[in-house]
């Protein structure tokens, strides 16, 4: 069975820095595309930023050059790197792999809170 598990969010003072991490388990065979998600209270989710299996990456405008994600397949892993932190950053943050396995498709993980506020 495959699971995601989210690490990482917290509270924030408003430009700080936080790390999110997301790791994936179970009977893998591949993992395609990586995003990082995030949710608002009264908000539809929006996609933060992805990463293919080639490394190409993508941002909501919003958060370049403050945002960066990465992927490290051996240990099949998604990390967002947050800096700059503002409060309208503020949300639950969710992972999303496409992952090709007995039941292939898209995967997510709980969801992490991150908080900025001073």
């Known amino acids: 069975q495959v699971r995601l598990v989210e690490s990482g969010g917290g509270l924030v003072q408003p430009g700080g820095s936080l790390g999110l991490s997301c790791a994936a388990s179970g009977s893998i065979w591949r993992i395609n595309d990586m995003g990082w998600y995030r949710q608002a209270p009264g908000t539809e989710r929006e996609l933060v930023a992805s990463i293919s299996s080639g490394g190409a990456t993508n941002y909501k405008d919003s958060v370049k050059g403050r945002f960066t994600i990465s992927r490290d397949n051996t240990k099949k892993t998604s990390y967002l790197q947050m800096n700059s932190l503002k409060p309208e950053d503020t949300a639950v943050y969710y992972c999303?792999?496409?992952?090709?396995?007995?039941?292939?498709?898209?995967?997510w993980g709980q969801g992490t809170q991150v908080t900025v506020s001073s």
């Open positions: 999303k792999m496409t992952i090709v396995a007995a039941f292939t498709g898209a995967y």
